[in-house]
């Protein structure tokens, strides 16, 4: 019988200040060891998401401090990452990419560490490994995610409109992934339109990254041969016309995820942290270019040295918050738990764990 993985928690409230909260991240950095993880000199990538344009949710800049702080005490040489997207947005390049980065706040004045873009300026810059599992043999990543000697993977958890739920396995996954390897991830997941409900606004055809899209007399037609699965047009459709079969392709699309993250981390085994934030949790993810406001109240912050039990006692913690399987709540259609159930299946992690509450001294500050 396989021993329990550790998870350390921690609570946070409404209202609380980052600079509280940033406190707990230092003493969640303690909890689970981080200086053991990094040896001096060593190039740590610190795993985060800078928000598109627009957004409200995403993690801000004293947070992801706090653990480059840490980074910085324990001897490693720590940096910013994030990697191109598929969609059009800010963050499809990386000179827009990183001008939104400092436009949300993460300048080396506030967090002590550069940003860099870890699959080059369009995606280009790749690695591919070899993995051999039951959908992807081969997983193109990202150069920085092979070249890093350790990574902080600071998540913030949301519902995702492709897998239910977006935390730990999407930050690595899917964001430490270079352009093919969204793509691989990605394919096979192809919308359809809904004829009745079209109003032929031209709005999906406009955001389509892969220009997959034309206009008929009275609909838009989806040309499947040139589709490349992102879901972009099934987020930016204000009138329900487009659909996807979620029932196949998305269980498929978890899988992927999953198994870009045994790729990524496979040399990173024992050089790994993974940080969920339970925060201004959302229906939708942080990629998306509009304000949203928290569907529940804030929870907390859990991490550990195990990506699967870290993402289990997450949806553990959220659906003992609200009494309700949330996220299948939120994304009916949607078996969340194929991520997680297939990174268990594949070795990435362990279901089975303990929940330690870390406890703060002082009194919290309140905004």
């Known amino acids: 019988m396989s021993m329990k993985s550790k998870v350390f928690f921690v609570e946070t409230r409404n209202g609380e200040s980052l600079s509280s909260q940033a406190k707990k991240v230092k003493l969640l950095c303690d909890a689970v060891g981080i200086k053991s993880i990094i040896n001096r000199g060593d190039m740590v990538a610190v795993k985060t998401s800078f928000g598109e344009k627009g957004n409200i ?3 801000k800049p004293p947070l992801i401090k ?13 940096f910013l990452v994030e990697t ?16 939104l980065a400092h436009e949300h706040g993460f300048t080396i004045e506030n967090t002590g560490a550069p940003v860099i873009i870890g699959d080059g300026l369009l ?39 492709a897998t239910g739920m977006g935390a730990t396995f999407k930050n690595i996954g899917m964001g430490l992934s ?25 709005v999906c055809q ?7 899209i034309t206009m008929a007399d009275d609909t838009a037609v989806i040309d499947p041969e040139i589709c490349i699965g992102c879901g972009e047009c099934l987020a930016v459709c204000q009138f329900d016309a487009v659909k996807i079969a979620w029932d196949e392709d998305t269980a498929n699309l978890q899988k992927k995820v999953a198994e870009y993250c045994l790729a990524i981390l496979e040399e990173k085994k024992h050089k790994a942290v993974f940080f969920n934030f339970l925060t201004h949790i959302t229906k939708h993810c942080d990629c998306m270019d509009k304000p949203f406001e928290p569907d529940i109240s804030d929870i907390g912050i859990v991490v550990s040295r195990d990506p699967v039990a870290v993402e289990k006692a997450t949806i553990d913690l959220i659906n003992k918050h609200t009494g309700k ?20 299946k594949i070795g990435l992690g362990n279901l089975d764990y303990d929940l330690e509450n870390v406890t703060v001294a002082e009194q919290v500050s309140v905004t």
Not at 68 to 75: F, I, R, Y
Not at 84 to 97: E, M
Not at 126 to 153: F, H, P, R, T
Not at 178 to 202: D, M, N, Y
């Open 57 to 59: 949710g995403h993690l």
């Open 66 to 78: 706090a653990a480059v702080d840490k980074v910085k005490s324990s001897g490693g040489k720590p």
């Open 84 to 99: 191109n997207t598929l969609y059009v947005g800010k963050r499809s390049n990386a000179i827009d990419h990183l001008m």
């Open 123 to 161: 995606g280009e810059h790749d690695y591919i490994v070899e993995i051999n599992q039951e959908l992807c043999k081969s997983a193109y990543i990202s150069g920085v995610a092979k070249a890093s000697n350790a990574i902080i993977s600071i998540a913030h958890v949301t519902g995702h409109l």
């Open 178 to 202: 270079a352009r093919g390897g969204k793509l691989a991830q990605h394919s096979g997941v192809i919308p359809q339109i809904i004829r009745k409900k079209c109003t032929t606004c031209k």
């Open 206 to 212: 406009i955001w389509c990254p892969a220009d997959a």
């Open 325 to 344: 399987d949330y996220f299948k709540n939120i994304w009916p259609k949607i078996d969340y738990t194929v991520q997680l159930e297939h990174a268990h």
